[in-house]
């Protein structure tokens, strides 16, 4: 097994993970632009780039509002069970409640990839097991890697085209500052 798929590294710092954000109640690109910069606070890491902001509609019921997306990418030496739990406690802090599956939300950030590690355990799946079927995903991780290849389900840039036709519009500038 190889170091990267075991979860291992000689150079923990040089590890690279992408985080899925999401928010479509109380002044959405606030909630994300908010998330992001506690991204960049994280302990042992740093925020190496963010994707722009990204409009969807929402994946589960219908009756909620659209939401906002981006996808950032960090280096960090936290493993990936701390780097979840760092996630829900950014989650946490910003007033996430769970109320319903696939439902509205304040705050969502997902760990999407940790380097190539595939892992499938109570606490975590990596990579994200939903990500190859959501454009709102797959859009703002190809601004930022184009040319990645996700373990276990291939080429970026063919699960992309594969949701070409789903809705995952970059938000203008002005929308990102009101």
């Given at each position: 097994?190889s170091s990267?798929?075991?979860?291992?590294?000689?150079?923990?710092?040089?590890?690279?993970?992408?985080?899925?954000?999401?928010?479509?109640?109380?002044?959405?690109?606030?909630?994300?632009?908010?998330?992001?910069?506690?991204?960049?606070?994280?302990?042992?890491?740093?925020?190496?780039?963010?994707?722009?902001?990204?409009?969807?509609?929402?994946?589960?019921?219908?009756?909620?509002?659209?939401?906002?997306?981006?996808?950032?990418?960090?280096?960090?030496?936290?493993?990936?069970?701390?780097?979840?739990?760092?996630?829900?406690?950014?989650?946490?802090?910003?007033?996430?409640?769970?109320?319903?599956?696939?439902?509205?939300?304040?705050?969502?950030?997902?760990?999407?990839?940790?380097?190539?590690?595939?892992?499938?355990?109570?606490?975590?799946?990596?990579?994200?097991?939903?990500?190859?079927?959501?454009?709102?995903?797959?859009?703002?991780?190809?601004?930022?890697?184009?040319?990645?290849?996700?373990?276990?389900?291939?080429?970026?840039?063919?699960?992309?085209?594969?949701?070409a036709a789903?809705?995952?519009?970059?938000?203008?500038?002005?929308?990102?500052?009101?």
């Amino acid at each position: 097994m190889s170091s990267a798929s075991s979860g291992l590294s000689a150079d923990l710092s040089s590890l690279r993970a992408y985080i899925g954000l999401g928010s479509n109640l109380d002044d959405p690109v606030a909630q994300v632009k908010h998330a992001i910069a506690a991204l960049a606070g994280l302990p042992q890491s740093r925020l190496l780039r963010q994707s722009r902001l990204y409009a969807s509609p929402p994946l589960g019921p219908l009756d909620q509002p659209d939401y906002v997306n981006a996808v950032v990418e960090l280096e960090t030496s936290l493993t990936p069970v701390q780097l979840l739990v760092a996630l829900q406690g950014i989650e946490q802090a910003q007033g996430r409640v769970r109320t319903r599956h696939w439902g509205e939300r304040i705050i969502d950030l997902d760990l999407l990839l940790y380097a190539d590690l595939q892992m499938d355990s109570a606490a975590l799946q990596l990579p994200h097991p939903g990500m190859a079927t959501r454009a709102f995903v797959l859009r703002p991780l190809a601004e930022l890697s184009p040319d990645l290849t996700i373990p276990g389900q291939g080429d970026l840039s063919v699960l992309l085209a594969a949701r070409a036709a789903d809705r995952c519009d970059p938000l203008k500038q002005e929308q990102e500052i009101a």
